[in-house]
């Protein structure tokens, strides 16, 4: 019974993204927020249990990135979608005769310049799928995981949730920071450069000085700047991997 449960917990993260998606195509984005979350969770924890079982397969290396790409790739596309909508003006010209053109821009605000948003599930698969058939990644990441990226663009909404703060959410809400954010995002999921992954082959400082210092940074300003900390780790985290590829060199 053992080897089904990696893949009943995959499957967790994919019904929480499932429902993740629900909630964002219906404007909730703090409880999509909360099941990415989940998923993440979830996420984390079947490869953990593979490797403490010994029960890894390929079955399971294509369940949990089918499972990432609704989680992690699908929601954060959704929700970029949804938030450079709410940049665009509302506009009623007939300029498109056709009922399909009317309802695409009926649901995307008056403009298609929201789709730019799905791009992020566009490269988030083409990661995933390059991840899949790469033998390289196993202690460290080409490109920012998914997951990752994921908590990137669901930060925020939960920053002009929890955090209102009229200049932060003037930038957030600015079409040309959430485009140019949709193109950063796009790049660094395939990106080349080497980013460290938080696996530990043993408990040693010497080691892992890179992966404790990093924790404990993410902890200090998750505490200080909540939810706002989460953007700031992510370039946090890139930053220190380009570090730590220079000086090992």
């Known amino acids: 019974m053992k080897r089904y449960i990696p893949n009943a917990l995959t499957l967790l993260n994919l019904f929480s993204g499932c429902i993740a998606v629900i909630f964002a195509v219906n404007d909730n984005f703090v409880a999509a927020a909360l099941f990415v ?21 390929e079955l399971g290396v294509q369940l949990d990135s089918l499972a990432d790409m609704v989680t992690s790739g699908l ?55 390059k991840f899949n058939i790469d033998t390289e990644q196993q202690s460290y990441f080409k490109g920012l995981p998914t997951p990752a990226n994921a908590l990137l663009i669901l930060s925020l909404p939960l920053i002009m949730e929890y955090q209102n703060s009229d200049l932060i959410n003037s930038i957030i809400l600015n079409q040309w920071f959430l485009m140019g954010l949709t193109v950063f995002s796009c790049w660094i999921l395939n990106a080349n450069t080497k980013l460290f992954a938080l696996k530990f082959k043993d408990w040693s400082f010497k080691n892992n000085a890179t992966r404790y210092i990093f924790i404990l940074l993410c902890v200090v ?9 989460i953007p700031i780790i992510i370039i946090l985290y890139i930053s220190m991997s380009v570090l730590d590829n220079l000086t090992s060199k």
Do not use: C
């Not at 979350?37 to 403490?52: C, H, Q, S, T, V």
């Open 75 to 129: 929601v954060p596309g959704i929700v970029m979608f949804k938030l450079i909508g709410l940049t665009q003006r509302v506009w009623t010209d007939d300029f498109y005769d056709h009922d399909s053109y009317n309802s695409l821009l009926e649901i995307s605000g008056g403009s298609f310049l929201p789709f730019l948003g799905l791009a992020i599930t566009l490269a988030s698969a083409y990661r995933l799928a």
């Open 37 to 57: 979350f989940l998923g993440i969770f979830f996420d984390f924890f079947d490869g953990f249990a593979a490797r403490k079982l010994n029960v890894q397969s």
């Open 221 to 229: 300003l998750l505490i200080i700047l909540q939810f706002a900390a």
